[in-house]
């Protein structure tokens, strides 16, 4: 089973619509969490931290179940930029940082 | 402030022949990743370093990879022999182990990676 498992998608959305990412992680003992987003043939860049209390950044919103080792991204009125690869990412502890598949979206006009 | 920097930014190479990767980390960044990215795997840890000591290298795919961080501003990784499977896109990432307190988040700064074919 690998450390951090997500939906690769691809979600086809029209702009303006509501859309959910979810991930799964393994290490029970998994201390932080993060979401990043890659766009094409670019580098990773960190999208926002996912806290326990759950926290949003503008039309974006993060969730964290440590019960049930899930992690969320909702992001609310979709915009054409928001196409790109979101990364779900669990450091372990010890700053052992690893990444899930990631899933890719596309929102069209 | 420059962030991280990787070279080279593409390199073409045959199979049997050696590739060094090249890695200059953020100025007081103590933790440095080295990853690789393929449409198959997506992005594998291979070897962090805190400190310039490895800690976990438990990614490198097999003994014809090797990485070293001889300071805190530079790290190589190097593939020796290079087969075709090796062929993706590496990254270097750097991180600062400070606290939640003093802003920092864990964030991982990515270099534009080295996209490297063996033909």
């Known amino acids: 089973r690998k450390e951090v498992e997500q939906d690769p998608g691809p979600f086809n959305v029209p702009e303006g619509a509501t859309v959910a990412f979810n991930c799964t992680y393994s290490n029970s003992a998994s201390q932080s969490f993060f979401w990043y987003r890659q766009d094409c043939r670019k580098e990773p860049k960190l999208l926002m931290s996912v806290y326990s209390s759950g926290n949003e950044d503008g039309r974006f919103t993060a969730q964290l179940n440590r019960a049930s080792q899930y992690i969320s991204l909702l992001i609310r009125d979709s915009k054409l930029s928001d196409s790109a690869t979101y990364l779900c990412v669990v450091n372990g502890g010890g700053f052992k940082t690893i990444f899930g598949a990631g899933t890719r979206l596309f929102v069209k006009a | 402030d420059a962030g991280v920097i990787q070279s080279p930014r593409h390199e073409v190479t045959e199979m049997g022949q050696e590739v060094t990767l090249r890695c200059k980390p953020i100025?007081?960044?103590?933790?440095l990743f080295w990853y690789r990215q393929t449409m198959m795997r997506g992005l594998e840890l291979l070897i962090y370093?805190?400190?310039?000591?490895?800690?976990?290298d438990s990614g490198m795919p097999e003994d014809r990879f090797s990485a070293k961080m001889p300071n805190a501003s530079f790290s190589t990784l190097k593939i020796q022999p290079s087969e075709p499977r090796d062929s993706a896109v590496y990254f270097c990432?750097?991180?600062?182990?400070?606290?939640?307190?003093?802003?920092?988040?864990?964030?991982?700064?990515f270099g534009e990676g080295s996209r490297l074919t063996v033909l």
């Open positions: 990432a750097s991180s600062h182990s400070g606290t939640v307190s003093s802003g920092d988040t864990g964030e991982l700064f």
């Open positions: 370093f805190n400190n310039n000591v490895p800690i976990d």
């Open positions: 100025s007081g960044h103590d933790y």
